[in-house]
């Protein structure tokens, strides 16, 4: 399996800027999707930013010209660099990872971070 780690969640002011690390680990794989989920209070999860093995990315709306995601292959890490944040964007932030392992049977793996809090003050 892929094993995720998450870091980077702090309190912030708003307009402030926030770097979100995701590591993968785990026995051999490659990933297809790198994407980052976040869940504020009282809402549903939303995916804002993701990656493929292509480096197409997509922003949800909210998020667009303010975030930026990208990849380290050789680390097998994605970043989702946050920038003039809002209040409104103050939530746990979740890592998801979905590939295929380079073994024999292959399999497909679909992996989630613990999750990291992201608090933007007013």
């Known amino acids: 399996q892929v094993q995720l780690v998450e870091s980077g969640g702090d309190l912030v002011q708003a307009g402030g800027s926030l770097r979100l690390p995701c590591a993968a680990s785990?026995?051999?794989?490659?990933?297809?999707?790198m994407g980052w989920h976040r869940q504020a209070p009282g809402k549903q999860r939303e995916l804002v930013a993701s990656?493929?093995?292509?480096?197409?990315?997509n922003y949800a709306d909210s998020v667009k010209d303010r975030f930026t995601i990208s990849r380290d292959n050789d680390k097998n890490t994605a970043y989702l660099q946050m920038t003039s944040l809002k209040p409104e964007d103050t939530a746990v932030y979740y890592c998801?990872?979905?590939?295929?392992?380079?073994?024999?049977?292959?399999?497909?793996?679909?992996?989630w971070g613990q999750g990291t809090q992201v608090t933007v003050s007013s």
């Open positions: 990656i493929t093995s292509g480096n197409t990315t």
């Open positions: 785990g026995t051999r794989f490659k990933i297809n999707f």
């Open positions: 998801n990872v979905v590939g295929l392992t380079v073994t024999i049977p292959i399999r497909a793996f679909d992996s």
